[in-house]
């Protein structure tokens, strides 16, 4: 009799467990972004980006029904301006790809799944030398970033979903180390890198 009573409560126990085991627990996603940047001023350098578009890739996985962990990987190109006592208009056009990890939390809400994340990571911004860049010393530079983003899934069907969202990252302004010397455009501030994105899921 204890035996089937002990049966009976550790049923009903994994009985959620189970059910999760048998659902998706990982997702990658493919979407469209694009990349601002407002104006940063420090150091008597004034610095700005066109708004440019690009994609992003993610990998999901899920510990739990309402928590994830997630890794990022995007790539857009711009073009920064620079202008300084002695520079009317330095320019560098510049392919910059983010590497970043995050925690995600959802909620569920019949086919809508709104979800927050936070997470950590970096920009890597390289300039082309093409005719975009009137600055041809310029070199790689790496900020680690932090970022905050929300946004919502809409179920399509068990295994696709349409992905809206916000992301923004907070972290230094690239200088690209120009002539060699980092403090050329070096405006020494923080300022904001904003990521709207939409795209696609699959769930497997």
């Given amino acids: ?9 550790l049923s009903i126990l994994l009985a959620p467990m189970a059910g999760f085991a048998q659902e998706s627990r990982q997702d990658v996603s493919i979407s469209a972004i694009s ?5 940063t001023n420090g150091n008597g350098v004034q610095q700005t980006a066109t708004l440019s578009g690009g994609g992003l890739a993610s990998y ?5 029904p309402r928590s994830a962990l997630e890794g990022n990987y995007s790539f857009t190109q711009d073009s920064m301006k620079f202008y300084t006592s002695t520079l009317n208009n330095g320019r560098i056009l510049s392919r910059n790809q983010e590497v970043t990890g995050a925690y995600v939390y959802n909620l569920n809400f019949k086919r809508f799944n709104p979800f927050a994340e936070a997470g950590v990571g970096a920009i890597i911004f390289s ?3 093409q005719a975009g860049t009137n600055q041809l010393s310029a070199r790689r ?8 983003g929300a946004g919502v899934a809409y179920e399509l069907s068990p295994s696709w979903d349409l992905r809206l969202q ?16 980092a403090a050329t455009f070096k405006t020494n501030a923080f300022t904001f890198f904003n990521y709207p994105s939409l795209g696609v899921a699959y769930h497997f």
């Fill in 127 to 129: 300039p082309l030398p």
């Fill in 1 to 9: 009799m204890k035996k089937i009573i002990l049966l009976g409560v």
């Fill in 60 to 64: 999901r996985f899920m510990l739990t």
């Fill in 141 to 148: 530079s790496t900020e680690v970033v932090a970022m905050l």
């Fill in 166 to 181: 916000y992301r923004e990252f907070v972290g230094k302004a690239p200088n690209y180390n120009v002539g060699g010397s």
């Fill in 35 to 39: 990349f601002s940047m407002p104006q």
